[in-house]
């Protein structure tokens, strides 16, 4: 009976719910501090291109959640295909060269994993063409930056175990799923148990205020969870 009140709370304002939180996307169009020559291509929002021009750059800054170890996951494609290779972007972070890549004929997408600690990181892309003509050009698509080191209740990913990891939990709740969805015991369902994983592990690193509503909901659902429990036998 009181597990099908607690889960009536939680479907109760999932209908409610206003989005889950997603992986930190390094959007290299909306971060930059100056750019010369490149611009953000049609369709691919928050990458950047060199224009029709043979060199060009960009350079900015994305802001991270907290300061903790991150990966960041590059990925370079050329838009369309073509013969002749003929440009190339250096890829620079916190002003080290990281990586050189060409353009190539059959557009296959180049994607590597780079580490950075901090709250925010500097990069830089300088694009160079042998030609200053309409042609295929390499695009440097948004990145996505997750957590280097696992957090015992950080389901998306972002280095803060909060109401975030909440939502994504509660909007799972009662179904199969990864860590990704809220299992955090890895028993390949969210239930119960990790919600109570979760309550152990709130606001264990940098603390981020949620909204007074869902702030609201949690204190009634992890109440409802700590009555269950009693009347359960579960134990913490
Ligand atoms: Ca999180
Ligand atoms: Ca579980």
Redesign the pocket.
């Known amino acids: 009976m009181i597990r099908q009140v607690l889960f009536a709370v939680v479907a109760a304002h999932c209908s409610i719910s206003t989005g889950i939180a997603a992986r930190i996307s390094a959007d290299w169009w909306s971060g930059q501090t100056s750019s010369l020559n490149v611009i953000e291509p049609p369709s691919m929002t928050g990458g950047v291109r060199l224009a029709d021009r043979m060199s060009g750059n960009v350079e900015g800054t994305i802001a991270l959640p907290s300061d903790a170890n991150w990966k960041v996951r590059f990925s370079v494609q050329t838009d369309r295909e073509f013969e002749v290779v003929n440009e190339f972007v250096r890829v620079f972070v916190n002003d080290e060269l990281v990586r050189q890549v060409f353009n190539a004929p059959r557009g296959e997408r180049i994607e590597w994993e780079y580490a950075v600690s901090g709250d925010r990181f500097d990069y830089r892309f300088d694009f160079r063409s042998s030609l200053d003509v309409l042609d295929a050009h390499l695009v440097v698509l948004p990145a996505e930056v997750t957590c280097a080191d696992y957090m015992t209740g950080d389901a998306d990913g972002d280095c803060q175990v909060n109401v975030d990891d909440f939502k994504i939990l509660r909007s799972h709740f009662g179904e199969q799923g990864t860590r990704a969805q809220?299992?955090?015991?890895?028993?390949?369902?969210?239930?119960l148990?990790?919600f109570r994983v979760l309550k152990e592990h709130l606001f264990t690193s940098e603390v981020a205020v949620p909204e007074p509503a869902t702030w609201l909901l949690m204190v009634v659902t992890l109440l409802t969870l700590g009555t269950f429990r009693a009347a359960s036998g579960l134990r913490a």
């Open positions: 809220g299992d955090f015991t890895e028993d390949g369902r969210i239930d148990k990790d």
